[in-house]
């Protein structure tokens, strides 16, 4: 399995970027992937998650209202759409995958994916 992700750049505060994120390889019926971000001297950051199906989909607290996730299984992608950008949102966003059945998704941080992506900066500036 191979994850490409894209999408990141720089944006103004209370702009809006959308990522996406290819898988290649198997995947299957119950497959999972998520969103998370690193900034720099932190840790890595869940975001969001939704099976493949696009049936289900959390959300972190520090995002919900501003960030949606959504996939497309035909093309095998997954997106973050982000609006209401914020200068704290500025970090490298991933993209994470494994198989893992949608009522488990929930309880999955970034020590359990097992296949992630290569990373796309995101910059929002004041």
């Known amino acids: 399995v191979q994850l490409q992700a894209s999408g990141g750049g720089a944006v103004q505060a209370g702009g809006s970027l959308r990522l996406s994120c290819v898988v290649s390889?198997?995947?299957?019926?119950?497959?999972?992937m998520g969103w998370f971000r690193q900034a720099p001297g932190t840790e890595r950051e869940f975001l969001a998650s939704?099976?493949?199906?696009?049936?289900?989909?959390y959300y972190a607290d520090s995002v919900k209202g501003r960030f949606t996730i959504s996939t497309d299984s035909a093309e095998r992608t997954v997106y973050l759409h982000m609006s209401g950008l914020r200068p704290e949102d500025t970090a490298v966003y991933y993209c994470?995958?494994?198989?893992?059945?949608?009522?488990?998704?929930?309880?999955?941080?970034?020590?359990?994916?097992?296949?992630w992506g290569q990373g796309t900066l995101v910059t929002v500036s004041s």
């Open positions: 994470a995958a494994d198989y893992v059945p949608a009522e488990m998704l929930i309880d999955y941080g970034p020590t359990d994916f097992g296949f």
């Open positions: 390889g198997r995947t299957g019926k119950n497959y999972g």
């Open positions: 939704i099976s493949l199906n696009g049936d289900s989909a």
